[in-house]
């Protein structure tokens, strides 16, 4: 059956952001810290176009995130909504003509726009209908495969809250980012875990879990 | 050199207790799920005057707390603010005749008082200028070995805050509480880590920190 999952990293205070987020700090003052682990991935840079970098105990997790995916959902900050760091025009996203997903994306927005297919089988998917709508969309585009939560913090708030998330690895960086985007605010105690597996890697634990209510 | 450190248990969410703390409910609502773990287990059993219990991936972290500790420090509530579990009498803390800390423990607290002498090596000591004031006092005692914060959580906050810990274990249960005491609250985003250690334990997670800063 096909299941919601994802990765994100945060702070061991919980922030999967820092406080003012901006175009110029699209992860907050200091997020930036919460993705040293995978930037120096080996399997990371690869499909993002760079070269070098490690293979560590973090690699299984990041390769798992991309496993058995059929489908992705994401908002719209993810998609692009600033300009993209390569100087691409904001209106294909910043992701570049190769998106690194080869799936459909379902893209949480308030802008109805007509699907933007990209190369490597990424086609965006515009959704104004909220987030039940995107992930039945989703589910239905994986066709028996899992669904990708690719992002930003508030949209997996959002999933989480709902109570629409399976399993999710959480990636904790060790830093204290004291202010910002809490992963949980707003998830009450009414949602129970099952504690899955725990990796030390060298530059963040990551923590997988089953959401079990 | 003597260190300061402790081991909490947090939930996955960052509560070190849940929300409305009282008398009856010392480690708040839904609190007492972030030390399932420990009570399970046989090395946390025996010192408590209980039988049976189990030998896990757990039990390493319970033992090293107790490892090379010279002193104590702890909350007023942690001595026994309410009353113990076994109807002593709240003067003498909850925690009977024999403590289970086995060196002389600082109470943090606004009551002068003389010190109380139990049995087994645990001396309570009242101090009533300060955390900075008990650490100092403990360290002394502790004559070179380190000194160990029993909590509560709003103890361990103060003197994370005061940037006055060395080391940490954070024993992660598989629980959103939603609401409660925070562990990090107040604690800045200068303080910096390393991440000496993570261990998966079957009922919660262990993660060890050096704080830097």
Do not use: C
């Not at 987030?131 to 997996?156: F, H, P, R």
């Not at 949602?191 to 530059?203: M, N, S, T, Y």
């Amino acid at each position: 059956m096909s299941e919601l999952k994802f990765q994100i990293s945060i702070s061991l205070d919980g922030f999967a952001a820092g406080p003012n987020q901006s175009e110029e700090h699209p992860l907050g003052e200091g997020g930036e810290q919460l993705h040293e682990w995978v930037v120096k991935l080996a399997a990371w840079r690869e499909p993002h176009g760079k070269e070098g970098g490690e293979v560590n105990a973090s690699t299984e997790i990041f390769e798992e995130a991309l496993d058995n995916v059929g489908a992705t959902v994401m908002g719209r900050n993810m998609f692009g909504g600033g300009p993209g760091p390569g100087g691409e025009e904001p209106w294909r996203g910043w992701w570049g003509d190769d998106p690194p997903f080869h799936t459909p994306v379902f893209v949480l927005t308030h802008h109805e726009r007509e699907p933007l297919e990209m190369q490597g089988g990424t086609t965006f998917h515009f959704v104004t209908d909220g987030i039940e709508s995107a992930l039945a969309q989703a589910k239905e585009a994986a066709e028996g495969k899992d669904v990708s939560l690719g992002g930003g913090a508030s949209v997996a708030q959002q999933y989480l809250a709902a109570g629409l998330v399976d399993e999710m690895w959480l990636n904790v960086a060790p830093v204290l980012l004291g202010d910002g985007a809490r992963l949980f605010e707003g998830v009450g105690a009414g949602v129970k875990l099952e504690q899955l597996r725990a990796i030390e890697g060298p530059d963040a634990t990551h923590l997988k879990y089953r959401v079990l209510s």
